[in-house]
């Protein structure tokens, strides 16, 4: 077959997997729920940044050896900070979700931390989650990296020894697995609805500011059109960029 007509059809077969994909999001869109302006209850280990008096709360379940999480707090969160959060208008709440006992480790680090330290450590692990996620001894990585946001290899020695934060952090993955029904990270609750994988800040900024304005008009209520454009922006791209990756491989 000429090259010409391979690559002929293979454009053909990308813009038919997208319509297709378009075609099922538009369908689920019609059936998705209203989301409530209702924010999940506080849990115990809960470390936020923002007003309590936000209308919008945002939960996220990391996991700190996970790499979408990581390029979410490199790429998108400062922005997420500046404009939703620092503003008043979004409350962001950070909640353990571990992948694996590495990750179990380092979240043991940010709660032995202290508090104002909270987030401070969490940037530090996450900037470096290469390094101390592949280690031999991912405990004195791990230390390593406490060593350098304030946190002492014997204060964070204790904390492992002590095993309260162990237990917190075990708790936390748990009610999100089994209450919550989460199963990867990040998973983000914004308010009672739940979004997965690492959102980027255009589609965010845009569902947020919908909602905003829904909540703004009284009724507290995230409509059919403005959901959609928070959870389904971010769909169509991924499913663009997968529908286009499968075409061209034929």
Not at 69 to 97: M, S, W
Request: glycine residues 6%; aromatic residues 8%; proline residues 5%.
């Amino acid at each position: 077959m000429p090259v010409s007509t391979r690559s002929s059809m293979r454009h053909a077969t990308a813009r038919l997997a997208l319509t297709v994909s378009v075609t099922l999001l538009l369908l689920a869109a019609l059936i998705t729920q209203i989301a409530s302006a209702e924010s999940l209850p506080p849990r115990p280990g809960d470390r936020a940044l923002g007003s309590g008096e936000a209308p919008i709360t945002m939960v996220e379940y990391y996991s700190l050896d996970c790499p979408h999480c990581a390029n979410f707090h490199r790429d998108v969160f400062p922005k997420l900070k500046a404009q939703f959060i620092e503003t008043g208008k979004v409350r962001y709440v950070f909640r353990d979700y571990p992948l694996s006992y590495a990750a179990v480790q380092a979240a043991i680090l940010t709660h032995c931390a202290p508090p104002e330290r909270f987030f401070a450590v969490i940037d530090a692990l996450l900037k470096d989650v290469g390094a101390w996620s592949r280690a031999q001894s991912t405990v004195h990585a791990i230390a390593g990296v406490g060593a350098g946001v304030g946190v002492s290899a014997a204060q964070y020695q204790a904390c492992l020894d002590g095993r309260v934060w162990e237990r917190q952090v075990f708790e936390s993955q748990k009610y999100a697995r089994d209450v919550l029904g989460v199963k990867a990270t990040p998973t983000f609750f914004i308010n009672d609805q739940r979004l997965e994988g690492n959102l980027p800040f255009e589609a965010l900024a845009r569902g947020l500011n919908n909602m905003l304005e829904e909540i703004k008009r009284g009724d507290g209520n995230m409509t059919h059109t403005d959901q959609n454009s928070l959870v389904f922006g971010l769909a169509l791209r991924r499913r663009a960029r997968a529908s286009a990756s499968l075409a061209t491989s034929y």
